[in-house]
């Protein structure tokens, strides 16, 4: 049976991440959701929960398109040695995430693990305020699978002090501050006119994950969607300046607005999720709109079966109806080819199309 959700607990997010990590047992382990908006500090609060109360467990990150492949495996269960403990750490959930997580992969993995997970704060809120059955999947996991715990974009004053002390600028929040995301916001806007080539690539790299694709970009992928979000000849050199400004670390920030992922050991590039927070309106900052030709676009540059169901399910919580039937279809399509988002993407969108009949 599915997990009651634990109500708001103590203040501090990093004691509850431990006593619930502490506390999870078979038969049916903890799913333990980390809420909060860009670079409120889930993360640190994920692995200082994890070191406190599990130190000696097996720790795996995944993405939920991976656990969904691994968890239809027949060998899926041998993958879990008797009386050892199992945690599964899976950052930055999409709403398709979610979907697929309540399609059948939780019920799979919480016999033999924890899984431990964060999500952005805006898609918590749009999925518990969408009505369809498209998402239904997703509530049933934000509503009876997770123990939330809300991470506040705030600091303590034991943060402040240390902060001072190590001489970080102290912004709204912890890791805000540690990357200097005010700066990075700002040197972003700034340049539209300064550095107009690299803002175009940070801008469309942006799209991606505002159209609801968190995944890392790799150099090719980044290419198709400059070229195709600017005027400029196509022009390989000029590409390779604006990804270098991209990813260059500018005064008063420790990371660029685009770096590598892994750690900087992956070919791939992720976009600093704060700037996609800023861009949506986030912490005081003005919104850009996201229109019909970004949607499209992104469309068009990822058509991978996975982008596609993550692009579908994010639409539809923008109210773009056409968007989302279109790329659910596409991602519905990869049936054939045993995609793990596509029965869910083939669900979504017979939900989607019997609510307009």
Same mark, same amino acid.
């Given at each position: 049976?599915?997990?009651?959700?634990h109500?708001?607990? $103590?203040?501090?997010?990093?004691?509850? +991440? %431990?006593?619930l990590?502490? %506390? #999870?047992?078979?038969?049916?382990?903890?799913?333990?959701?980390?809420?909060?908006?860009?670079?409120?500090? +889930?993360?640190?609060?994920?692995?200082?929960?994890?070191?406190?109360?599990?130190?000696?467990?097996?720790? *795996?990150?995944?993405t939920?398109?991976?656990?969904?492949?691994?968890?239809?495996?027949?060998?899926?269960?041998?993958?879990? %040695?008797?009386?050892?403990?199992? !945690?599964?750490?899976? /950052?930055?959930?999409?709403p398709?995430?979610?979907?697929?997580?309540?399609?059948?992969?939780?019920?799979?993995?919480? $016999?033999?693990?924890?899984?431990?997970?964060?999500?952005?704060? *805006?898609? @918590?809120?749009?999925?518990?305020?969408?009505?369809?059955?498209?998402?239904?999947?997703?509530?049933? +996991?934000?509503?009876?699978?997770?123990?939330?715990?809300?991470?506040?974009?705030?600091?303590?004053? &034991?943060?402040?002090?240390?902060?001072?002390?190590?001489?970080?600028? +102290?912004?709204?929040?912890?890791?805000?501050?540690?990357?200097?995301?005010?700066?990075?916001?700002?040197?972003?806007?700034?340049?539209?006119?300064?550095?107009?080539?690299?803002?175009?690539?940070?801008? #469309?790299?942006?799209?991606?994950?505002?159209?609801?694709?968190?995944?890392?970009?790799?150099?090719?992928?980044?290419?198709?969607?400059?070229?195709?979000?600017? %005027?400029?000849?196509?022009? &390989?050199?000029?590409? =390779?300046?604006?990804?270098?400004?991209?990813?260059?670390?500018?005064?008063?920030a420790?990371?660029?607005?685009?770096? @590598?992922?892994?750690?900087?050991?992956?070919? /791939?590039?992720? !976009?600093?999720?704060?700037?996609?927070?800023?861009?949506?309106?986030?912490?005081?900052?003005?919104?850009?709109?996201?229109?019909?030709?970004?949607?499209?676009?992104?469309?068009?540059?990822?058509? =991978? $079966?996975?982008?596609?169901?993550?692009?579908?399910?994010?639409?539809?919580?923008?109210?773009?109806?056409d968007?989302?039937?279109?790329?659910?279809?596409?991602?519905?399509?990869?049936?054939?080819?045993?995609?793990?988002?596509?029965?869910?993407a083939?669900?979504?969108?017979?939900?989607? @199309?019997?609510?307009?009949?």
């Amino acid at each position: 049976m599915p997990q009651r959700p634990h109500p708001e607990g $103590p203040a501090d997010p990093i004691d509850e +991440v %431990s006593r619930l990590l502490a %506390s #999870a047992a078979e038969p049916m382990n903890s799913m333990i959701l980390l809420d909060g908006p860009p670079l409120s500090g +889930v993360s640190r609060a994920a692995y200082e929960g994890l070191q406190r109360a599990l130190p000696q467990a097996k720790f *795996a990150q995944f993405t939920a398109l991976d656990l969904a492949r691994v968890a239809v495996q027949p060998n899926f269960t041998s993958r879990f %040695s008797a009386g050892s403990r199992y !945690v599964l750490w899976l /950052d930055g959930l999409t709403p398709a995430d979610l979907v697929l997580l309540g399609s059948g992969v939780l019920d799979k993995t919480l $016999p033999h693990a924890v899984v431990l997970a964060s999500v952005d704060t *805006a898609w @918590r809120g749009r999925l518990l305020a969408d009505t369809s059955p498209a998402t239904a999947p997703a509530r049933t +996991v934000l509503l009876e699978y997770a123990h939330r715990i809300k991470v506040p974009f705030t600091l303590t004053a &034991r943060e402040r002090s240390y902060l001072r002390e190590k001489g970080y600028p +102290v912004s709204k929040g912890l890791a805000e501050s540690l990357v200097g995301g005010e700066n990075l916001v700002r040197h972003y806007h700034q340049a539209a006119r300064s550095a107009p080539e690299g803002h175009l690539l940070v801008q #469309a790299a942006i799209d991606v994950r505002r159209c609801g694709i968190h995944r890392p970009l790799g150099e090719d992928e980044l290419y198709r969607l400059w070229c195709a979000r600017g %005027s400029h000849e196509d022009s &390989r050199l000029l590409f =390779e300046r604006a990804l270098d400004w991209a990813g260059t670390v500018p005064d008063g920030a420790s990371t660029g607005l685009l770096s @590598r992922a892994a750690g900087g050991a992956s070919p /791939d590039w992720r !976009v600093l999720a704060y700037a996609a927070g800023a861009d949506e309106g986030n912490h005081g900052h003005k919104p850009r709109p996201l229109g019909a030709r970004e949607w499209n676009e992104v469309s068009q540059q990822l058509p =991978e $079966p996975g982008d596609q169901f993550n692009l579908g399910i994010a639409a539809h919580l923008h109210g773009r109806s056409d968007t989302a039937t279109t790329v659910l279809a596409q991602a519905a399509r990869a049936a054939g080819s045993g995609h793990p988002a596509a029965d869910a993407a083939a669900t979504a969108l017979h939900h989607l @199309r019997a609510g307009t009949e």
